[in-house]
């Protein structure tokens, strides 16, 4: 037998096509990744999240030079918002980027542990987060749920 898993996304050809309300949180973003701190690779990630409740939250990366130690800035905006408003439902994140060392013209997506950490937050919350994928020009991607990005993910339902 052989299963097949795929999802649909929506696909702008630039934040100028999409939604007044998607467009502000991209730029907050956009704003917010010259803050990061990202001294080795020179690669800028931030993040900013309407919740429920309409409160706003940022994040960004946070390198070490103990490459290991850093922080992604969707992890460091999911610390934030556990810290803040404990469970409060993420309805929208934005993330975006700047590549100091090249162009920053693609949507780039989170990488495996904040795919996972992202997940555990739908799970926790019981609601799906949508996902707003920008670079600082270019196409936008916009993912009805964040944990369309990990099938098979790893969940609680495991440790049963």
Known sequence: MIEKYSFEFEVYNSADELQPNDKNLLQLAKDLAPTAYAPYSKFHVA??????????????????????????AERSLLGTVGALFPNEPIVTMAITYDN???TSDTPASPCGMCRQ?????????????RLILAGKEGKVYIIPKAGMLLPLGFTSDDLK
Not at 62 to 68: D, F, L, T, V
Not at 117 to 129: C, F, G, N, V, W
């Open 47 to 72: 993040a900013a999240a309407i919740l429920q409740n309409g409160e706003i939250v940022k994040g960004t990366n946070q390198e070490n030079a103990s490459y290991p130690v850093g922080t992604c």
């Open 100 to 102: 100091l060392n090249g």
């Open 117 to 129: 950490a992202l997940r555990e937050y739908e799970t926790r919350t019981h609601q799906s987060i």
